[in-house]
């Protein structure tokens, strides 16, 4: 890969935290994306990290900054097929540590939103078979 193509594929992995993050809700930094002198990317959002109990009064849930971390590696090989997995070590390292730190709220709060998405998905779907 030249350096332009590491470079853009740096660039989108980092964008997809970035874009997901802000789905989520949570507040992106002035920061932006930045790639430093050895290639790695670093993408500026509010989000807790591991074995810290407070992170800020934007951070959010471990579960949204697991969400955000996740979405990296999806978002690099959509433009760049090519790109090894190992491209997302740093992410795999940071999700594990949130994962060990977090405890039974983290867990609790993961389950409530699943239950309101599904509630939310079933209502679609009522609403849409009532109008048929």
């Known amino acids: 890969m030249t350096d332009s193509h590491l470079a853009k594929s740096i660039a989108y992995h980092e964008s997809g935290h970035i874009v997901v993050a802000a789905v989520l809700g949570r507040p992106l930094r002035s920061s932006g994306i930045h790639i430093d002198c050895?290639?790695?990317?670093?993408?500026?959002?509010?989000?807790?990290?591991?074995?810290?109990?407070?992170?800020?009064?934007?951070a959010g849930t471990k579960m949204d900054t697991m969400i955000a971390a996740y979405a990296g590696l999806p978002a690099q090989q959509?433009?760049?097929?090519?790109?090894?997995?190992?491209?997302?070590?740093?992410?795999?390292?940071?999700?594990?540590?949130?994962?060990a730190?977090?405890?039974?709220d983290d867990f609790a709060d993961l389950h409530r939103r699943r239950c309101k998405q599904e509630l939310s998905c079933k209502r679609k779907r009522w609403s849409t078979?009532?109008?048929l």
């Open 38 to 58: 050895v290639n790695r990317g670093i993408a500026f959002y509010a989000q807790r990290k591991p074995k810290v109990d407070y992170s800020g009064p934007c």
């Open 78 to 99: 959509i433009f760049y097929r090519e790109c090894p997995v190992h491209c997302a070590d740093g992410d795999e390292e940071f999700i594990r540590d949130l994962l």
């Open 101 to 104: 730190s977090a405890d039974d």
């Open 129 to 131: 078979n009532t109008r």
